[in-house]
């Protein structure tokens, strides 16, 4: 029996990854063909950390292919509080095809996927954020074409989720990526060992510096994310004060201007104007990220409805 989980973004192949991305670009331009989830068949979405595009983006996805979205509040489950994340992943395997779940620890993911005999989809880790990643590729896709080759520069928490998952997922498609960052918020090794390898397999690289400028010199596009990651509320004064290590890795035109003239901006939201980005940058003609962010929906629904094919195929063979 097939069963394939998407935890991490090299849950997936180089070429698994390229169909998800043409499959997404499909069910853009065509919304309602992809009927995966007619019955309508549940998916349950759990939530232990706050959402909005998330939540918003996945019971579209979800409705659209057919289904229906079991929105669970993780203040109520208490997902291995009040039971363990073994005996959650069981009851709830049994009433939906698929889990997603936005949740801290990557270990709790990987043991939910563990036990749930269904395919679980990672809305959001401590260490990763997949989903986001591959609604920035299509994202990238669209306006500066075949991703092989590309350069994407990301500034900020080196540290965080969303530098993880450019890592692994840039480099599995074959792009170069550069991450710039204070010393003090590194990659995880093993994270950056994995991209360096994935990198070189696909034809791409992978960089991480403390000097900005060398990050986006040419990019094709630049990203970048909150210097407080959800779960990080206690550093917040530490991470957005005046002695923020970040501060020189804010974007702003001026740092834009060392990019490719034709460079896109992202960045995943929430965004906060006048620290990680300034208005200027994210609300100028560079900024993709209302598109980005729409993305989200069209590439859940790609790899929501792919992982349950599979997984179905796997059954029926
Ligand atoms: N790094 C951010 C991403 C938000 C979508 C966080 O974890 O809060």
Same mark, same amino acid.
């Given at each position: 029996?097939?069963?394939? $989980? =998407?935890?991490?973004? +090299?849950?997936?192949?180089?070429?698994? #990854?390229?169909?998800?991305?043409?499959?997404?670009?499909?069910?853009?331009?065509?919304? &309602?063909?992809?009927?995966?989830?007619?019955?309508?068949?549940?998916?349950?979405?759990?939530?232990?950390?706050?959402?909005?595009?998330?939540?918003?983006? &996945?019971?579209?996805?979800?409705? $659209?292919?057919?289904? =229906?979205?079991?929105?669970?509040?993780?203040?109520?489950?208490?997902?291995?509080?009040?039971?363990?994340?073994?005996?959650?992943?069981?009851?709830?395997?049994?009433?939906?095809?698929?889990?997603?779940?936005?949740?801290? *620890?990557? +270990?709790?993911?990987?043991?939910?996927?563990?036990?749930?005999?269904?395919?679980?989809?990672?809305?959001?880790?401590?260490?990763?954020?997949?989903? /986001?990643?591959?609604?920035?590729?299509?994202?990238?896709?669209?306006?500066?074409?075949?991703?092989? *080759?590309?350069?994407?520069?990301?500034?900020?928490?080196?540290?965080?989720?969303?530098?993880? %998952?450019?890592?692994?997922?840039?480099?599995?498609? *074959?792009?170069?990526?550069?991450?710039?960052?204070?010393?003090?918020? #590194?990659?995880?090794?093993?994270?950056?060992?994995?991209?360096?390898?994935?990198?070189? #397999?696909?034809?791409? %690289?992978?960089?991480?510096?403390? +000097?900005?400028?060398?990050?986006?010199?040419?990019?094709?596009?630049?990203?970048?994310?909150?210097?407080? %990651?959800?779960? /990080?509320?206690?550093?917040?004064?530490?991470?957005?004060?005046?002695?923020?290590?970040?501060?020189?890795? /804010?974007?702003?035109?001026?740092?834009?201007?060392?990019?490719?003239?034709?460079?896109?901006?992202? $960045?995943?939201?929430?965004?906060?104007?006048? &620290?990680?980005?300034?208005?200027?940058?994210?609300?100028?003609? #560079?900024?993709?990220?209302?598109?980005?962010?729409?993305?989200?929906?069209?590439?859940?629904?790609?790899?929501? %409805?792919?992982?349950?094919? /599979? $997984?179905?195929? *796997?059954?029926?063979?």
């Amino acid at each position: 029996m097939t069963l394939r $989980h =998407f935890l991490r973004d +090299d849950d997936i192949t180089h070429e698994e #990854q390229a169909q998800i991305l043409a499959r997404a670009a499909r069910i853009k331009a065509a919304p &309602f063909t992809d009927r995966t989830l007619v019955g309508p068949e549940v998916v349950a979405v759990l939530f232990d950390k706050q959402t909005l595009r998330t939540q918003l983006s &996945f019971s579209a996805a979800i409705a $659209h292919l057919g289904g =229906f979205p079991m929105i669970v509040d993780g203040k109520l489950a208490q997902v291995g509080v009040r039971e363990s994340i073994a005996d959650v992943a069981r009851v709830m395997g049994r009433e939906a095809v698929a889990i997603v779940w936005r949740t801290y *620890g990557q +270990d709790r993911i990987e043991e939910m996927a563990r036990y749930a005999q269904v395919p679980v989809i990672n809305a959001l880790t401590d260490d990763f954020h997949p989903c /986001q990643v591959l609604a920035d590729l299509q994202t990238i896709q669209e306006h500066r074409g075949d991703l092989p *080759g590309l350069t994407l520069g990301y500034l900020g928490d080196g540290a965080n989720n969303m530098a993880h %998952s450019y890592l692994l997922g840039g480099a599995l498609a *074959g792009m170069h990526v550069r991450v710039a960052t204070p010393s003090t918020h #590194q990659p995880k090794p093993e994270i950056l060992e994995r991209a360096t390898e994935l990198a070189a #397999q696909h034809g791409g %690289s992978v960089l991480v510096t403390d +000097d900005p400028i060398e990050a986006v010199r040419g990019a094709d596009a630049v990203a970048t994310d909150t210097w407080v %990651s959800m779960g /990080q509320e206690k550093e917040k004064d530490h991470r957005q004060g005046e002695e923020s290590p970040f501060l020189r890795f /804010q974007v702003n035109t001026e740092l834009m201007a060392h990019a490719d003239a034709e460079a896109i901006f992202l $960045h995943c939201l929430p965004a906060y104007r006048g &620290f990680e980005v300034t208005a200027d940058v994210i609300d100028g003609p #560079q900024s993709v990220v209302w598109g980005e962010s729409e993305n989200r929906l069209h590439a859940q629904k790609a790899i929501l %409805s792919w992982l349950v094919e /599979q $997984h179905r195929n *796997g059954e029926s063979a």
